[in-house]
């Protein structure tokens, strides 16, 4: 059979799972501090009449105003930013098995710091070290299930990256609910190294990305990955074909490419959704390839963009999609009810009752991811960020509505249904449209700068969110949901749909030339 025509093999799905395991790190630490927050600070005497006296040679709790709190959740985004400039980098110089080994060391000595924390300083910077794990990963972990995955399954194992965040998160919640005493929150925190623990002694199994092997010419090495994740019982020559074409701009046999060439068969472009009009796209589009992006005439392998020059190059349009998709993926204020929902819908429901509802709004987080993954490859990337995106703007008026008007039902229904739109759609495609939308030369610099631009969002909304609220109240929403609203339209017109289309197809639609030393 056809590897191209492949789903789900069960190697693929392996290294998968493995490499999801980041993501569930990830949501781990996003949803750590919200539920023990009380038992942290020390509020409402959840540490006893001392809350900041000495058991075991470290304090009960740890004395935090509003805004150094604030300052102190979202300071693991300042962290991850970092992680997420320098993730790009990394990743191309020592590969995704590499980059995530150094990930989970990061994840490890944050959980380690936060966990035996003597000082807000200290607590602080354990944040910001796990943070930077998180950068990191949130470049890698897409990277390699993108490159891994079939065309068939991309979807569902792009979307799985997210699934496993909201996992995550869910499993802090209910963790939570058991360790929210002094001083048991710190077993909470240190939960955060055990499953970067279990990574780390499963990634020698899994084989590196057979793109990132052909993008540094190592072509037996990238042929036996290929067919390892395929099954020994696929053909893989056309697929493995089509990468070195793509990715080196000649044949796997060190020939010149040319655009003929590159199209192979009727049947193999079908397999790819090439088709004839796309291919005469190409044809059309006069592109001057850059001498110092294409590859040496010697055959050696070509120069994975830096940042400056992925703004400068072709793929620039389809680099700035993805990453203002991954901004307005946090502009909708998502975080902002994850860190703050347990004090958030305590005013509400009173302090008791806004846990129990906040791990009930996790359940709901992963019941509808689960639902994103059956419908990813159903309806499409597009057509999900379409009702996602309309879902959380008329959620978040529903839910300000409910706040106005005292209907406490409704503003529990706000909360649910934006929790929900905003999973079906919002929440798993970001991380997997870059690289269903880019080559993996310019993979890396567009996924550092998409990260960045994620985690920062991510830190802004963190900080201010607990001030607007208190200015505000519920009614700011309000301005979430005009960006919102924004994020439809800007959809509706620039974002294309990648369902089960190769990025050569896509590139071509667009008027894009792959990079080669034939053009």
């Excluded at 389809?318 to 929902?341: E, K, R």
């Amino acid at each position: 059979m056809d590897s191209r025509e492949a789903t789900f093999p069960g190697y693929m799905l392996y290294c998968g799972i493995v490499c999801a395991l980041t993501s569930l790190s990830i949501g781990y630490v996003i949803g750590s501090p919200n539920v023990p927050e009380s038992a942290i600070r020390g509020l409402k005497g959840d540490c006893g009449p001392n809350p900041y006296t000495k058991s075991g040679g470290f304090p009960n709790c740890l004395e935090f105003s509003n805004i150094l709190w604030g300052f102190a959740v979202g300071s693991f985004c300042l962290g991850a930013m970092a992680g997420g400039l320098t993730g790009g980098t990394i990743q191309n110089i020592y590969g995704r098995r590499r980059t995530m080994f150094i990930s989970n060391i990061f994840f490890i000595l944050g959980a380690l710091l936060i966990a035996l924390t003597y000082h807000q300083a200290q607590f602080i910077v354990g944040r910001i070290i796990i943070g930077y794990a998180c950068g990191l990963g949130g470049v890698v972990a897409p990277s390699y299930l993108g490159e891994v995955s079939t065309i068939r399954g991309r979807g569902t194992m792009g979307a799985g990256f997210q699934l496993l965040i909201v996992i995550g998160i869910l499993i802090s919640n209910l963790i939570g609910l058991g360790l929210s005493r002094a001083p048991r929150w710190r077993i909470m925190f240190a939960i955060n190294g055990l499953f970067p623990l279990i990574q780390l002694f499963l990634l020698p199994s899994l084989v590196e990305s057979p793109k990132w092997l052909v993008s540094k010419n190592r072509l037996p090495e990238a042929r036996d990955a290929l067919q390892k994740l395929r099954g020994q019982a696929s053909n893989i020559e056309h697929e493995f074909a089509d990468m070195v074409r793509l990715l080196l701009g000649r044949t796997s046999d060190g020939h010149t490419a040319n655009r003929a060439a590159a199209v192979a068969t009727p049947d193999s472009a079908a397999t790819a959704g090439v088709t004839q009009q796309n291919d005469s796209a190409f044809e059309e589009t006069k592109f001057k390839a850059d001498p110092e992006a294409r590859a040496p005439a010697t055959g050696g392998s070509p120069h994975n963009y830096s940042i400056s020059r992925l703004f400068s190059s072709e793929c620039n349009k389809l680099a700035v999609i993805g990453i203002l998709v991954h901004f307005f993926q946090q502009a909708t204020a998502i975080n902002g009810l994850i860190y703050y929902s347990t004090s958030f819908l305590g005013d509400v429901f009173g302090e008791g009752n806004s846990k129990y509802i906040t791990v009930g709004t996790s359940c709901c987080n992963l019941v509808a991811t689960i639902l994103s993954v059956y419908l990813m490859d159903k309806l499409g990337r597009r057509t999900l960020l379409l009702i996602s995106s309309g879902g959380v703007t008329i959620s978040s008026i529903l839910l300000v509505i409910g706040a106005y008007r005292d209907i406490s039902g409704l503003v529990v229904a706000g909360v649910f249904l934006f929790i929900a739109f905003f999973a079906v759609g919002m929440g798993p495609i970001p991380w997997l449209l870059l690289s269903e939308l880019l080559p993996t030369y310019a993979l890396s610099a567009a996924s550092s700068v998409a990260t960045a631009v994620n985690w920062g969002t991510n830190f802004v909304i963190g900080l201010v969110f607990p001030s607007l609220n208190d200015g505000l109240g519920n009614g700011t929403f309000i301005i979430f949901a005009a960006l919102t609203a924004i994020q439809f339209v800007y959809i509706w017109i620039f974002v294309p749909e990648t369902k089960a289309r190769s990025i050569e197809d896509i590139m071509a639609e667009r008027g894009v030339a792959p990079r080669s030393d034939f053009m």
